[in-house]
């Protein structure tokens, strides 16, 4: 079990040194967004191999200038980390909708993840999607923050779970 553990954490922290190299890596990434993310590649790295893994993948996205794919990817972590809030079987919109009405979410944080629902939903259904400019490098600040955010409350449910 030990051996396990120690695994994970060489894989965790391979990946998170990984990360934070790519997003250093990227010059017309803005510095406020690069550090951001790598606060958040530390944060996830005792936290959820899969999150730390679809962090890579956003940064690997953005490396390549695939922006709308890397915004599909945050709104995954989003969505997941809702998911472990509410453990039931409920859709994206649905879980937006239950976080506002328990007040895990702001307004302002409502909208703006359905927006990057709207982002996430096109990228799945359309071609050669497009975002400007400005909505990308907004929404990665504020999903960053979010991510944070709804990151915390996951894992003291997680904690509270463990100790019942």
Known sequence: MLNVTKQQNNKLNT????????VESKEDL???IKDDLNKLISDFDKFDNDIAEELISISSLIEIDEKPKALF???KIIENLLKKIYKGKLNFYKLIEKAK?????S???YHFIH???EIRNKEGHEINVKVDGYLTASSFMIGIGIISKIKIIANNIKKRDENN
Do not use: M
């Open 15 to 22: 990946l998170n040194s990984e990360l934070k190299r790519t």
């Open 30 to 32: 803005p510095k406020d």
């Open 73 to 75: 990817s945050l709104a």
């Open 101 to 105: 009405d328990e007040k895990i979410i």
């Open 107 to 109: 307004t302002e944080d």
């Open 115 to 117: 927006g990057i629902r």
